[in-house]
């Protein structure tokens, strides 16, 4: 269900060059299911923005981040000036980058992009430069115990109408795989106050995966996406012996195929396969990603607003992926609160190199505690029309849902040795 927004009223808004303030910016932790954290920036001429800043199963390091260091410094600045502010708290930081900083910065960010758009009366599309396109393609995620149970799941989301599914089984002699939950629309990995730890066998993932897409393609043609999320569980020549296996299956992409710290290793896997590659949902600047992307070792480019510092740098990323034919994919979980996925949304909408958003439905109770005014339509999001980025938070019933400690699992080989999750 969607929450229609009503926006703020804006009485005496200066909409010339006299001067505006941020009087005041807190942080607000809720967790309607799972955990959330949103800063709202609050001005003198009464308009407010809100952004998100949460990092799953490390919310409170954000929390402090933006209590004790970010907000003393944004009261009595000029919240229309989101490019100075952007780089002194990137610049002026001195100890850069990395998920904390940047996801604090990215809170800041949007919350001043959605207080400008309201002061221009606009929906934040039309200031970042307009339509590039009416709606955006997005992709569901389809997961079962087993080849059979998946093949179902995806024949599901078919009805209702996606063009777009991720695919994810459960792996034989595997008590636990990555992407399969007990609920199958509101998956949420982060399950305990300590991490959970689970069992991976490389080779038994490589033997069955292909298998699956083969059951799909033979059961639903080639008229849908399909898409695969490795999770960094891959060497490189790993990746590119599934890469090749999966050609035959034309998929969308093959996401995070193996760890991206180092960027060269992505050389391999390119030269072994012409499957679609997709990474960087964990990266934070342009300079996690500029060799995958200058060299043309990648064609999805993966970062979200909320770990890249915002709408300001994920722009800049966009902006350089465009010159090497790089489309965007940004990340959607649940984990990204309802104002990411309506700011991505607007971004979207307005970004010329465009390629899939991954969305994962909130819960009810997210969705309440979030009014927006997005929604799905065929396999595809539209973003609303109100001014800002469409997403409120209502505080009251944020209130109700205290801070819950939930963190992500690990992963050991069947030997013990600790492996990528």
Not at 325 to 341: E, F, I, K, Y
Request: net charge negative; glycine share 8%.
């Amino acid at each position: 269900m969607n929450y229609p927004v009503n926006p703020p009223s804006q009485p005496d808004l200066d909409r010339g060059t006299g001067s505006m303030k941020i009087t005041g910016a807190r942080v607000i932790v809720t967790c309607p299911g799972r955990n959330f954290v949103t800063l709202k920036i609050e001005t003198d001429q009464g308009v407010y923005g809100i952004g998100d800043g949460t990092m799953n199963g490390r919310e409170k390091a954000v929390v402090a981040y933006l209590e004790e260091h970010i907000i003393p410094l944004l009261i009595g600045r000029d919240p229309r000036r989101i490019e100075d502010i952007w780089q002194y708290l990137y610049r002026g930081a001195y100890w850069r980058r990395g998920p904390v900083t940047m996801r604090a910065i990215a809170a800041v960010d949007v919350a001043l992009w959605d207080i400008k758009a309201k002061m221009a009366g606009m929906p934040l599309y039309d200031l970042l430069g307009g339509r590039s396109r009416d709606r955006v393609m997005v992709y569901g995620h389809a997961n079962g115990s087993d080849i059979a149970h998946t093949v179902d799941e995806v024949g599901r989301y078919i009805s209702e109408g996606y063009k777009a599914i991720r695919a994810q089984t459960g792996i034989p002699g595997l008590d636990k795989a990555y992407g399969i939950s007990k609920d199958k629309k509101f998956y949420e990995p982060a399950e305990g106050e300590l991490p959970l730890e689970t069992v991976w066998d490389t080779r038994k993932y490589l033997n069955y995966v292909p298998q699956l897409f083969d059951k799909l393609r033979d059961t639903y043609g080639f008229d849908h996406h399909l898409l695969h999320d490795v999770h960094h569980r891959l060497t490189p020549l790993e990746a590119a012996q599934l890469g090749k296996r999966l050609e035959p299956y034309s998929l969308f992409w093959m996401e995070d195929s193996t760890p991206a710290e180092n960027q060269e290793a992505f050389r391999l896997i390119r030269q072994h396969t012409t499957t679609p590659l997709a990474v960087g949902e964990i990266f934070n600047t342009l300079w996690d990603c500029k060799d995958l992307i200058q060299n043309q070792l990648i064609d999805y480019i993966r970062t979200t607003i909320v770990s890249a510092g915002g709408l300001t740098h994920l722009r800049r990323i966009a902006d350089f992926a465009s010159v090497w034919q790089v489309r965007t994919g940004s990340h959607g979980a649940t984990d990204l609160s309802p104002v990411t996925m309506g700011t991505a949304l607007h971004f979207d909408t307005w970004v010329p190199n465009f390629g899939i958003q991954e969305y994962m439905r909130h819960t009810p109770e997210t969705d309440a505690v979030f009014p927006h005014d997005y929604r799905f339509d065929d396999g595809f999001l539209l973003c609303g029309e109100t001014p800002g980025h469409g997403v409120d938070i209502d505080e009251a019933l944020a209130a109700k849902y205290p801070y819950s400690p939930k963190q992500l699992p690990v992963a050991r080989l069947e030997d013990g040795t600790l492996w990528n999750w």
